[in-house]
């Protein structure tokens, strides 16, 4: 006999914590029936917020850090997280939360922008980490195992996502640094026993200032590397010029959100670049008013609000001037007017390079038109197979998901591996000098000469989590008798460090019948992309910002979303996190939401982690209930797909709570109809019959409230009962669902 | 002691034969030197015309078949051929050719374009076999090793040749078809023992039409393919209204001259595609005329000449009306209005794609200037080399000469391999049916359903030739310490036939310390080329026509021209073959000798042949003078190019004669002062005491001929001492030595 078991559901932001409202209460009901409970945590934006200032709050709010408590749980051997997607918060959206929760009566302080004193500095920090990607590098005790489900694969197939024609002649490329980037100042070495790290700034005076003092453990790779900062102005300079005499359109991809330090100011110097003759004709002003060019153009509108009306309209005239002799920039939104420059959050490459690449290689200009477009990407390291995927598109035309194979991912995530992990190791540097790392008994492993301005930083990498990637990626191959491939560049110091060990670890399994390969990134890229269009799948086994820019590069190609593909984070402890998809539009969900009470958001990414999720739970406390839970809710998805009950984008038909109805329906179709169970079978008969009887009743009841505005209390944090009130409209079905549970 | 023996240095035409009337006599005064004789034989399209109508002729005329000779020399183990560029005629140059020798007293029949009756076939038949690329099949007893020497590549390294910036926004592209080509339907077979195949054609109505009798070798690989009319036309009306959309300009590639078959009919298809109009109006009439598209637009031009002034009119106007909704077409003259389709010769891919990617990717316009372009290369066998280097070129930018590594080619060209002998065996169909090929016993190995209008080809490849490239490319590897990558493509029938007998041959050899690999053909020019822009080098192990287009490609990149290679021809009987470079942009040559008398010609070629020839004679006939003469003759080589004595284009400075001077000069200087051999150092030290004092005075004589026209008495035959006045008027040149041959 099973005992009861935990499975903990997050409730995140947007979206998919709306979505959460209405599809918990049925997971709860059918989890129950296996004897498994449950569970949420709040790690939402304004969770996190609250959960920081704990200390200075009434003592009456909420005040439990229940991200640190999953963190504590992800490294526990009974862990099972089915964790949603959250945002990864840019100052404005920060900014945004802090004023939502103020007025809903939490004492949570403003957001210092330049701190000064001690308090608004201690403030600062405590915000800095609820900044950016401050929920995955917590949780991500495993590393990453991404896949597209059969299931959806097979759906994509027979119902291809639209994909832009690609012309031979296109202009569009990415274009990034040739010297100067973190890629060619790169240094790497490994620990070869545990001990200290000094990250030292030796100034041109002789007098070196500790930046950072780190513990490392045996193993360990650690790099240094730093971004020129005059290579980059100039760099960027050039892809302007560059595009002023083609006539190609100029747009920036970087990822502000989750290289939360070093891409804001990439992005700032963009800015300041792009605008250089505002920049430098109201420099001094622009200091007094605080105006940062690492939170976008948006900034200067920002702060000029305070200046009278006609200083206000002389810099707005100055910022239109700069369009009449810079090339066009790609537009987020062109009605509006939002260009690419305006809030660090707007564009992030891995989203913004898979979309344009779908999109015939062409963003959208200031007229609205989509137009060939250069895609300024100054970190090389990565840059790189998106260019050599936009010239594979120019010669063999656009992928095409009726037949194209797969490109599942084995990433190296663990213990903030590599650059995501590199962010309290970042500094810009203030002056000239030498930057170095340095052993505790002296020896220099690691040194740069910079310059004021230029953007160094470290990265570390553990031994542990590097062996268990490659032992996750021999069991992938194993299991999916799939070609892997090691996308590690030699000529990069860090993967150098790493293939040795790539090879040592391979020999610790049976590699005998497996096709494992090791390519630089251009060769992997190229090698799975030549397989792909032969209907061929290929493993990518990467590191971590790979990882990121891959499993939304080919499911965005593949299936036309990543929303869809199986995340699954085996935890290094013996845990599992069940990831579900990506954020996408959520906002924009949001926003539909509260104007016309009709949310697009896809559930299916919930739908598949909890299969598996249910699945491990059977598997590890043998809880065959549990296990054919999850298998009907499987097929119950995939009937789902195969019938078309997916929410649909338009106000009036099928949303996301009607999708949940369907699935439910299905699912308790599914458990009636099975013979494993006779238990089980019961007990769902009544409710599949139930559902399929009120079929017409409930979804006639969760249609007629599409149309018209809700209020659900808020943004970051909405109100429980106001939201559960919206996201369950129908009695109907809330009743078929709470008869189970009490049944 | 070494009896005398000898070197057969080649009569061509334009400008090498020119150049060898001045070269040949320092040649034959310096070799005397050691007891060699130098021997020429006349393979000029002249003489071959000559040789192929001997019976009709008076008797007094020139009768021998001089290339006949030189082909069973090349079975010789005591082969030593200076193998000069020869004209690969079209029917446009064999007529020229004919009406000069005609007007020269020589009666050779006019050339039958229609030929009907068996007189005429028979005349035909024989100028069929001087047509196009009728001497290297004949000469080519041995596989192709080329490279650049030394010398050479250090000259580009300190003088590099421009080269055209690339942009990333470069439209310029190949394009070929995808399906219905070669490529696809190539079917492939290897002889178990030798016996006979018949090629067949089988008719709609069941009767077998044999198309030829072949024996065939034990273990010769047997290929046959075909080309679809309707697919081909269908690309190229795709193509162009691709251009038209784009606004690229439409340029065609292919080699018309040696694949003299199936290439001018793919040519006469762009016409009639690209002309449609003018083709479908005026049909009736063309076909009245004898207008052959394969010829080109000038046979239109050429035809209608006979027709009144008023219809003439009218059919020009229907040409220039195609221009008004046809995509710009590149120019071969766009002073004079010769476009790509005037005549097939004209644009030759394996020169122009160099030429092109050299020059930013773009051709001429018809206004002169210079545009992207689309490069349309029907086959897209080969064509995928091209596009590969495109996308790299936009990624990474021109290559650069004074960094970049080269890329040697070891060829399968013996015994005419692969397409480079399918003339016989292609034929256009003249029904749907199907062609097949038949084993003695009846047994089908090849079959296709054609249709009307298909090109159909089948290629040879003898094993004995197949082995002895392996072993070439093994003793290249060895010798060179390079990494040598056979180009094999897996999805080409003829490719996996030859794999299996590379990776059988190569057990033949020890390759312990060698880095061989196999890679398809994308794959090995990316892993050139990356290699290329690091410095390195890299042997491209190729099959014919690679071996051909790499040839040009490579060292146009590297070196500016191809008529800088060491272009060795190991002959498989144990002689040699040295072989002078590309003919490149001789006519042009020619007409600047006859208007200006200067002949920009460079000999480097020649002088690079001629010192192999002279060390392998000095090996094989254990001649230590031979030897001398030809390490002193590099060193003399070399001097030249550091002291830019290379013939200048301008007219009234230094040109290929006074670079003669320079070479006697240096070599002399070079004998004179090497201590191996008293007896040449005495013999040459007059001689090169002479030619420094008089230097002064003979470059003035060479220099003070130019700028008036002269008579040489013929293009395709000139007068023989008309000519050797003009390209020997130094006296005190010619002089000095005369007096070394008497001395």
Redesign the interface.
């Known amino acids: 006999m099973s005992t009861r078991s935990k499975i903990t559901y997050t409730f995140t932001d947007e979206a998919p914590a709306l979505a959460t409202y209405s599809l918990l209460p049925i997971v709860k009901a059918f989890a129950a029936s296996a004897d498994i409970d449950v569970e949420t945590r709040d790690i939402s934006l304004a969770g996190r917020i609250i959960a920081s200032f704990a200390d200075q709050l009434d003592s009456s709010q909420p005040v439990e850090d229940e991200l640190a408590q999953l963190a504590v749980l992800a490294t526990s051997p009974d862990a099972n997280i089915i964790k949603l997607p959250n945002i990864s918060a840019s100052v404005p959206q920060l900014k945004g939360a802090i004023a939502e929760l103020q007025a809903q009566g939490f004492a949570v302080p403003d957001f210092p922008e330049d701190p000064q004193t001690d308090a608004e500095k201690e403030v600062r920090a405590r915000y800095s980490k609820v900044l950016g990607s401050a929920v995955n590098p917590v949780l991500r005790e495993g590393n990453s195992d991404r896949r597209a489900p059969a299931a959806v694969k097979a759906y994509a197939r027979k119902h291809p996502h639209s994909m832009g024609k690609w012309?031979?002649?296109?202009?569009s490329?990415a274009?990034y640094m040739r010297g100067g980037d973190f890629f060619s100042s790169e240094q790497s070495f490994t620990m070869p026993q545990a001990g200290d790290v000094r990250i030292e700034f030796v100034g041109k005076d002789g007098k070196v200032e500790l930046k950072k003092q780190l513990s490392l453990k045996e193993g360990e790779v650690f790099d240094g590397m730093f971004m020129s900062c005059n290579k980059l102005r100039a760099f960027f300079e050039k892809t302007l010029q560059?595009?002023k005499?083609?006539?190609?359109m100029w747009s920036l991809h970087v990822k502000a959100t989750m290289m939360k330090v070093s891409h804001p100011i990439v992005f700032g110097h963009a800015v300041s670049v792009y605008y250089k003759d505002v920049f430098e004709k109201h420099g001094a002003l622009f200091e007094e008013l605080g105006v940062n060019p690492n939170n976008g153009l948006s900034s200067v509108y920002d702060k000029i609000k305070s200046l009278p009306a006609s200083q206000q309209e002389e810099i707005l005239h100055d910022i239109h001037e700069v369009y009449s002799h810079r090339p066009e920039m790609a537009m987020v939104d062109s009605v509006k007017g939002i260009t690419n420059l305006h809030i660090p959050s707007d564009v992030i490459v891995d989203a913004s390079m898979p979309a344009m690449i779908r999109n015939s290689g062409q963003m959208w200009g200031r007229d609205g038109k989509q137009k060939?477009t250069?895609a300024v990407m100054p970190e090389s390291t990565y840059a790189?197979i998106y260019?050599?995927m936009i010239?594979f598109c120019?010669?063999n035309g656009a992928f095409d998901p009726t037949t194209m194979g797969s490109v599942p991912n084995v990433g190296l995530m663990a213990q903030k591996a590599e650059e995501y992990g590199s962010h309290d190791k970042t500094f810009e540097m203030k002056a000239d000098g030498i930057m170095r790392v340095v052993l505790a008994d002296g020896t220099v492993k690691i040194q740069h000469e910079v310059e004021a301005g230029d953007i160094w930083r470290a990265c570390q990498t553990k031994d542990a989590p590097i062996r268990d990637w490659v032992k996750l990626a021999v069991t992938r191959a194993r299991q999916s008798g799939t070609p892997a491939v090691f996308w590690l560049d030699p000529e990069r110091a860090h993967d150098r460090q790493l293939k040795l060990k790539v090879d040592a670890y391979l020999q610790e399994h049976d590699l005998n019948g497996l096709d494992i390969r090791v390519m630089d990134y251009?060769e992997a890229i190229?090698f799975s992309m030549e397989r792909m269009i032969r209907g061929k799948d290929t493993i990518s086994v990467t590191g971590n910002v790979l990882r990121d820019y891959l499993t939304d590069l080919f499911p965005i190609m593949e299936l036309g979303t990543s929303a869809k593909m199986l995340s699954i984070v085996p935890l290094m402890a013996g845990g599992g996190m069940y990831e579900t998809g990506a954020g996408g539009s959520a906002p924009k969900h949001v926003q539909q939401l509260i104007e016309e009470n009709h949310l697009r958001w896809d559930s299916l990414g919930e739908f598949l982690a909890l299969a598996v999720s249910l699945e491990e739970t059977g598997i590890k406390t043998d809880n065959r209930k549990a296990k054919l839970l999850g298998t009907t809710l499987d097929a119950a998805t995939g009937k789902l797909l195969d019938n078309n009950k997916s929410p649909s984008r338009k106000t009036g038909e099928l949303d996301n709570r009607g999708s949940h109805f369907y699935l439910a329906l299905y699912w308790a179709e599914a458990l009636a109809t099975q013979s494993e169970d006779a238990a089980l079978r019961e007990r769902f008969s009544k409710l599949a019959s139930t559902l399929a009887e009120q079929e017409a009743t409930i979804v006639a009841e969760l249609n007629a409230v599409q149309g018209s505005p809700v209020d659900i209390g808020g943004y970051y944090r909405s109100n429980p009962e106001l939201t559960s009130q919206v996201m369950r409209p129908s009695n109907t079905f809330n009743a078929a669902i709470d008869a189970l549970i009490q049944g």
Do not use: F, L
């Not at 012309?167 to 202009?171: E, I, L, P, T, Y």
């Not at 005499?245 to 190609?248: Q, S």
């Open positions: 012309s031979m002649a296109s202009q490329h274009d560059d595009c005499e083609t006539g190609v060939d250069k790189r260019q050599e010239n120019k010669t251009n190229r």
